[in-house]
C-alpha cells in the first residue's frame, strides 16, 4: 500500500523557519521524482517545489526561491522542505507529490499538513 505521511507542519511567527517531512512507502522511492505542492484557502493547488530522483535537479516556485530548499535522502526515503523567512502568504496545506519523473504526472500524493504563518 503506497502511503505518502506528511510531517511537520504547525504555526510559526512571520521570519520563523519550519521543516516539513514526506515518509513514502509502498513504491520504490528512489525512482521517483518528488514535490511539494500547497493549497491556500479558496485557491489552486500550486507547485512550490520539485526534486528529480537522485536529487540532482530541484526547481523552485519564484515566490519560495533563495528561502524554500527541497531536499531528499533516498535511504530513508523521506523527502523535506526546510522553509526560512516565512511569511502570513506561505499560509496553506502542504501537500507531497510522486511522479516518475519532472515532467510526469504525479501518481501519488500525501493527506497535507498544515502550515500557518501569523503573529
Known amino acids: 500500500q503506497v502511503q505518502l505521511v506528511e510531517s511537520g507542519g504547525g504555526l510559526v511567527q512571520p521570519g520563523g523557519s519550519l521543516r516539513l517531512s514526506c515518509a513514502a512507502s509502498?513504491?520504490?522511492?528512489?525512482?521517483?521524482?518528488m514535490s511539494w505542492y500547497r493549497q491556500a484557502p479558496g485557491k489552486e493547488r500550486v507547485l512550490v517545489a520539485a526534486i528529480a530522483s537522485v536529487g540532482n535537479i530541484t526547481n523552485y516556485a519564484d515566490s519560495v526561491k533563495g528561502r524554500f530548499t527541497i531536499s531528499r535522502d533516498n535511504v530513508k526515503n523521506t523527502v523535506y522542505l526546510q522553509m526560512n523567512s516565512l511569511k502570513p502568504e506561505d499560509t496553506a496545506v502542504y501537500y507531497c507529490?510522486?511522479?516518475?519523473?519532472?515532467?510526469?504526472?504525479?501518481?501519488?500524493w500525501g493527506q497535507g499538513t498544515q502550515v500557518t504563518v501569523s503573529s
Open positions: 509502498g513504491f520504490t522511492f528512489r525512482w521517483y521524482a
Open positions: 507529490a510522486a511522479a516518475k519523473g519532472l515532467e510526469y504526472p504525479y501518481d501519488y
